[in-house]
């Protein structure tokens, strides 16, 4: 698994300060930071939060930091404000308190299971009830694709290219933002990712795995009605021959599939955190 690490871009943003500062903490020792073979700096998440504790005075322009001293003593639960600050358009708001939670040391994976998963649901949920609108439903979701997006740059570019995976809707299936979840775990992960795209037929996956190659299918299903049985049993022969494992995620699956233990060659889970452990034995 990459460490996750920070640049003095990044760090000058998060302490509002410009970035020769950042090197010059460095360069006395202040703030403690890895050299690439490059000569680039990248500061971990533990070096990061080393410098905080030591220099406290240092952090005091950053809301960022003050949102960490805030959250860093609580435990992840704070979904309702992130749900309030992009309903009310405070998207940039909204990326600092996801921000901070990151780095009062939370993984990607637990922001993504306590935070974007439940406010998704509340958006599906408050549409359902013609609460909010189409047009509300959409730029909250749109913001939340950026939040995940924002995050690849903390991740590393140790990509394993002998570790391909494709990723996909299945049929019936038009929700983007799994995709972007599962990208942003598998890349952290060192895995060389394929995207697809929402709606996928078999015959599509088909040839996507003959042209790629992979060591495993990611296959999300959310919302649709339908159980692709057929499909199913047809991507699990594929599996076979190909010698490739299928994850299975969301919730739209059956509750048979949902039951059923994790096998050789599938298996779906409930949680991202839960898949990121299987990915770091794996």
């Not at 942003?184 to 088909?206: A, C, F, P, Q």
Request: charged share 25%.
């Amino acid at each position: 698994m990459q460490i996750m690490h920070f640049t003095p871009p990044q760090l000058s943003e998060i302490f509002q300060v410009n970035e020769t500062t950042i090197k010059r903490w460095i360069w006395k020792g202040k703030l403690k930071a890895n050299t690439t073979n490059g000569g680039h700096y990248r500061v971990t998440n533990e070096q990061l939060q080393d410098f905080i504790r030591l220099y406290p005075q240092l952090s005091i322009n950053s809301y960022i930091i003050r949102r960490y001293n805030n959250e860093k003593e609580k435990n992840v639960n704070g979904w309702e404000e992130y749900y309030k600050l992009i309903l009310n358009n405070k998207h940039k708001e909204a990326f600092i308190l996801l921000q901070s939670v990151y780095i009062s040391g939370n993984n990607i994976s637990i922001i993504i299971d306590e935070y974007i998963v439940p406010v998704l649901w509340k958006i599906g949920f408050e549409y359902s009830k013609g609460s909010i609108s189409i047009y509300e439903e959409h730029r909250m979701s749109f913001r939340i694709n950026e939040h995940l997006a924002r995050f690849e740059q903390f991740v590393g570019s140790n990509i394993q290219k002998n570790k391909k995976v494709i990723l996909l809707c299945a049929k019936g299936e038009n929700h983007m933002i799994p995709l972007q979840m599962l990208n942003l775990i598998l890349s952290k992960n060192n895995r060389d990712t394929h995207v697809l795209g929402i709606n996928i037929s078999y015959e599509e996956l088909e040839k996507a795995v003959s042209d790629i190659k992979p060591n495993m299918i990611c296959i999300t299903k959310s919302y649709t009605e339908d159980n692709p049985k057929k499909y199913l049993e047809k991507t699990i022969i594929l599996a076979k021959k190909y010698k490739m494992f299928i994850a299975l995620g969301g919730s739209g699956w059956s509750v048979d599939i949902k039951k059923a233990p994790i096998g050789k060659y599938i298996g779906w889970f409930d949680s991202m955190i839960n898949f990121e452990k299987f990915l770091i034995k794996k």
